[in-house]
T-cell receptor, first 115, second 121 residues
Framework: AQSVTQLDSHVSVSEGTPVLLRCNYS??????LFWYVQHPNKGLQLLLK??????LVKGINGFEAEFKKSETSFHLTKPSAHMSDAAEYFC?????????????FGTGTRLKVLA | GAVVSQHPSRVICKSGTSVKIECRSL??????MFWYRQFPKQSLMLMAT?????????EQGVEKDKFLINHASLTLSTLTVTSAHPEDSSFYIC?????????????????FGDGTRLSIL
């Protein structure tokens, strides 16, 4: 079975500084990986996805992530944090189980952006 | 594109009431939809996979008689919490996978509704 581990439950950055949210995966084959953001009392919004086409994936709102097979990592980055980036972020892997592809979620990282 | 609409956004009702939550894919067809439950400050827990025209597949520990799922069309799935009790209070989120997307199914992302906050008094 596949899994993802989000290494930080909370991350705080100052507005305008870089963001790094870490995610490691465990997979026996080439995984499909996703990053989602969740604002309070909202559903999840897709930021980006990795599907083996390119190791550096660009997403919405200036976010990007790099797939590193040697490190089994898929860290999410943004060059400059904005106040509106404060939210919960989930790293997700798609896993085939019980006849369909289901999501395996990380435990989430809460990003706090300081003025 | 890929918008999923979930209604209602919030429900407050008395214990013993049954509550129906709708999940609609507005601009794509979804043969597969998913229902999740999220506890405060926690990740999402998959409750069941909803397949159009067939019975839902429930995760271990989820009572199928308590959480009734219907997926009668390619754009609509419903979750009914029957005889709800305070312990059923939670944030319920649906998602839908766009079956018309390019590439492998494993690569097709799920698109999420905005969730339903259910409070049982």
């Amino acid at each position: 079975a596949q899994s993802v581990t989000q290494l930080d439950s909370h991350v705080s950055v100052s507005e305008g500084t870089p963001v790094l949210l870490r995610c490691n995966y465990s997979s026996s084959y080439s995984p499909s990986l996703f990053w989602y953001v969740q604002h309070p009392n909202k559903g999840l919004q897709l930021l980006l996805k990795y599907t083996s086409a390119a190791t550096l994936v660009k997403g919405i709102n200036g976010f990007e992530a790099e797939f590193k097979k040697s490190e089994t990592s898929f860290h999410l980055t943004k060059p400059s944090a904005h106040m509106s980036d404060a939210a919960e972020y989930f790293c997700v892997v798609s896993d085939f189980t019980s006849g369909t592809y289901k999501y395996i979620f990380g435990t989430g990282t809460r990003l706090k952006v300081l003025a | 594109g890929a918008v999923v609409s979930q209604h209602p956004s919030r429900v407050i009702c008395k214990s013993g009431t049954s509550v129906k939550i709708e999940c609609r894919s507005l601009d794509f067809q979804a043969t597969t939809m998913f229902w999740y439950r999220q506890f405060p400050k926690q990740s999402l827990m998959l409750m069941a996979t909803s397949n159009e025209g067939s019975k839902a597949t429930y995760e271990q520990g989820v009572e199928k008689d308590k959480f009734l799922i219907n997926h009668a069309s390619l754009t609509l799935s419903t979750l009914t919490v029957t005889s709800a009790h305070p312990e059923d209070s939670s944030f319920y989120i649906c998602s839908a996978r766009d079956q018309g997307g390019m590439g492998f199914v494993s690569n097709q992302p799920q698109h999420f509704g905005d969730g339903t906050r259910l409070s049982i008094l």
